[in-house]
């Protein structure tokens, strides 16, 4: 059997009704925000033929009409300013008014103080370290694991995204160890095939890259039988998480390595956010970037796999083709954010997201594999809130968003399970610090459910800080690469490390000992819950190392 059996078609849905796909209606019973209302209607307001002219109702007073228009103009920026200001109160959102919650909102929440704010559970002002320790300890009581969930159906995930699954096939090129596939070029070959791709749109660094691509795309079309034919590549492995536990410097010196390529760039953030339309959070929803753009990434290196091919189908060597390709974004171990407007929620009870990211892949790549890079949640969160704040940053008001984002957790948990909690987009838009990040047990068994235990390699970037070399042999171990020289390997694992702290976040100094010891707490039973689960008690992150 030849790599060409497999040559696979284009089914289901155009591109361009993939990218105009509507959200999920709101089914329950609470208020439509603002967004949803703006979401209805996706085209920019604009006027349906020329000026109107003053005929009806204004006779002929011209300055009659005048006032008349007047009046309905200011009427109409009232209206437009109550919507807004509505919209401000009842999402919370400090920082846009595009992004609003989900629709589950938090229904009745208990007061613990006398401080009043915008969010629609009443943030109290009590910031005090007593008050605080009440709050992590009430936590810590509701703290309960699960380590079964109801899997998804195949038909419900292809129901839910049925163009992806008509674009990407169930079987993979023989002798090839990275999943690719051909698919048939029924378009003009003459013609720029990433014209409308939205990465190529929007990432000017790396336009240099597609123009490139444009000129090789013709010369590896593939044809047989009179029809043209184009290869395509999934990713080998993902590096999957989390953010600020070194992935970037992962990723840099994996790189380096002969048998391994990557994405256009790092972090496509295709499974979590572009196919949902999310390029920025605070700039709401774009057109969803369908799977053709994401697959165009992989073109670089889909192109050095199908030189090989051709080379050893000329020369008659029957070899496996090695080269793997990596993806690197991030946020695809933790970010379900977009579930509740995407996807079926009929009833309020469904509190948790009907599909998880992993469900997805699973179901078309159930050989994959996965990088997760954990650090000591403590210090996560604060260079986190270092990197990714704006401005006015301080040891005192990280102390302060720490505080206020404990209580939202709290109060979340008054009304929902802990997992709930933690992939509630109401709950994770309002906080002002991403403690749900460094709650890495509730991703790891979700991820558990569906992948087995020795496709997921999960790392300390401790220990990567301190035995780089180390670290790099588990990883090409784990994703079967081939030997190395010696001068090769001393320059993987002996390179600066990569996306370190900047100076001016180092010259604001660590965070206060009270808030380490606030977080410590927090923190603490979900991590002895993941070194049991991983049966490696370094997890539980005792020794309190510090990483700048």
């Known amino acids: 059997m030849t790599h060409m059996d497999y040559e696979y078609t284009l089914l289901g849905s155009s591109m361009e009704d993939y990218r105009k796909r509507p959200l999920k209606p709101q089914a329950d019973d609470s208020p439509m925000s603002l967004f949803a209302v703006l979401e209805v209607k996706r085209d920019p307001l604009h ?50 008014l595009l992004l609003t919650p989900s629709p589950y909102h938090f229904s009745t929440v208990p007061n613990s103080g006398s401080g009043t704010g915008p969010y629609p559970f009443n943030v109290s002002s009590a910031k005090d370290y007593a008050t605080v320790k009440l709050v992590v300890k009430s936590i810590a009581s509701k703290v309960e694991f699960s380590t079964t969930r109801q899997l998804p159906e195949r038909e419900a ?40 791709n939205l990465y190529a749109r929007y990432s000017r660094r790396f336009r240099s890259v597609f123009e490139y691509l444009r000129k090789a795309f013709r010369e590896h079309l593939y044809r047989r039988g009179g029809k043209y034919y184009r290869i395509r590549c999934l990713p080998y492995f993902y590096i999957i998480g989390q953010p600020k ?10 790189q380096l390595h002969p048998e391994v390529r990557f994405t256009t760039f790092k972090e496509p953030h295709w499974w979590t956010r ?33 030189d090989n091919l051709m080379g050893n189908a000329h020369s008659g060597a029957p070899e496996q083709h090695n080269i793997i390709i990596g993806e690197a974004s991030a946020s695809t171990m933790w970010d379900n954010n977009a579930w509740a407007y995407f996807y079926d929620n009929s009833t309020e009870a469904e509190a948790e997201p009907p599909f998880l990211i992993q469900d997805f892949i699973h179901t078309l790549q159930p050989d994959a594999r996965f990088i997760v890079m954990l650090r000591d949640p403590v210090e996560r969160l604060y260079s986190d809130y270092l990197y990714f704040g704006i401005t006015n940053k301080s040891a005192e008001d990280f102390q302060d968003k720490v505080s206020e984002s404990l209580q939202l957790f709290e109060w979340c948990l008054t009304e929902y399970t802990m997992r709930s909690c933690v992939y509630n987009t109401t709950l994770n838009n309002a906080m002002p610090v991403r403690l749900q990040v460094g709650l890495y047990i509730v991703y790891i068994l979700d991820w558990l459910t569906v992948y087995s235990r020795e496709q997921i390699l999960v790392l300390r970037l401790e220990d990567h800080a301190s035995n780089r070399k180390y670290t790099m042999h588990q990883v090409f171990d784990f994703l079967n690469l081939g030997l190395l020289t010696e001068q090769k390997e001393a320059e993987i694992t002996k390179s600066p490390a990569s996306n370190t702290r900047r100076p001016a976040d180092k010259n604001l100094g660590p965070m206060l000992p009270v808030t380490k010891e606030i977080l410590r707490d927090f923190y603490t039973p979900f991590n002895k819950k993941l070194a049991k689960v991983l049966r490696n008690d370094s997890f539980r992150w005792d020794n309190h190392s510090e990483l700048i």
């Open 47 to 96: 006027l349906h033929g020329p000026w109107p002219r003053c005929t009806l109702g204004c006779g002929t007073s011209t300055l009659t009409c005048f006032r008349k228009v007047k009046l309905y103009s200011f009427l109409f920026g009232l209206a437009v300013m109550f919507l807004i200001v509505a919209s401000y109160i009842l999402t919370g959102d400090k920082k846009g």
């Open 157 to 196: 995930l292809m129901h839910s995204e049925p163009h992806m699954f008509s674009v990407i096939p169930h079987r993979f090129l023989p002798n090839v160890k990275n999943p690719c596939w051909y698919e048939e070029h029924t378009g003009n070959i003459s013609r720029d095939p990433y014209r409308t």
């Open 245 to 254: 536990c070194g992935t970037t410097d992962l990723y840099d010196r994996l």
């Open 274 to 306: 572009k196919r949902f339309g999310i390029i920025r959070l605070s700039e709401g929803f774009h057109d969803r970037y369908p799977v053709e753009d994401y697959l165009d990434l992989f073109d670089l290196a889909a192109y050095q796999i199908q």
